[in-house]
């Protein structure tokens, strides 16, 4: 079974610094992958996705993520965050092998930016 | 609103009642999808349906958990005998798509409905 591990419940950055969010998989097929973000009482929402071709993958909000496939990682990373990119990071992955687009998560990183 | 929508937002229950959440998914929507966010856990999926028929249901943790979709559009995910285990925020997605090999068939999910079991 597949399974996803984000190393870090919670990243604290200053606004305007970089940062990255780390994302590591396991599975034995084929997977693809996707970064959610969700604001406090609200649903989530779609940052980006790999699903084949470049393994740099740019989504909105100015992020991107680069999927390697020899280290089973999907950093998330963006050169410049805002106050506004606080919120509640998740990774997830789908395997095709269930027939359906079953999305497992990770636990979550918590991005905390400050002025 | 085009999105998802859920209801009751917040839900407070005392232990052993039954409770009914309900998800309106995106108009035409083919796949509904019910996933369980314990406080600081990602979500879990629960339950699968493509139009009307439930596909998959293995996530349900237990067979207080039932869910239905009469008519291949809302769903409601009713939960019997609620337990203290039961509080968490149960999301609903939807995907205009149903079956095999869709990857890009992304999934909007709804605001959640928050349920404290006391």
């Known amino acids: 079974a597949q399974s996803v591990t984000q190393l870090d419940s919670q990243v604290p950055v200053f606004e305007e610094a970089p940062v990255e969010l780390r994302c590591n998989y396991s599975s034995s097929v084929s997977v693809y992958l996707f970064w959610y973000v969700q604001y406090p009482n609200q649903g989530l929402q779609l940052l980006l996705k790999y699903l084949s071709g470049s393994t740099l993958v740019k989504g909105i909000n100015g992020f991107e993520a680069e999927f390697n496939k020899s280290q089973t990682s999907f950093h998330l990373r963006k050169p410049s965050v805002h106050i506004s990119d606080t919120a509640e990071y998740f990774c997830?992955?789908?395997?095709?092998?269930?027939?359906?687009?079953?999305?497992?998560f990770g636990t979550g990183t918590r991005l905390l930016v400050s002025p | 609103g085009a999105g998802v929508s859920q209801s009751p937002r917040y839900k407070v229950a005392k232990r052993g009642q039954d409770v009914a959440l309900r998800c309106d998914p995106i108009s035409g929507h083919v796949s509904l999808f019910w996933y369980q966010q314990a406080l600081g856990q990602g979500p879990e999926f629960l339950t699968y349906f493509q139009n009307e028929a439930q596909l998959d249901k293995s996530g349900l943790p237990s067979d207080r958990f039932f869910a239905e979709r009469p008519e291949g559009s809302v769903s409601t995910l009713k939960i019997q005998r609620t337990q203290q285990e039961d509080s968490a925020v149960y999301l609903c997605a939807s995907s205009s798509k149903g079956g095999i090999g869709l990857a890009d068939n992304e999934q909007f999910f709804g605001p959640g409905t928050r349920l404290t079991v006391l």
């Open positions: 997830a992955v789908i395997t095709m092998n269930t027939g359906f687009q079953k999305l497992v």
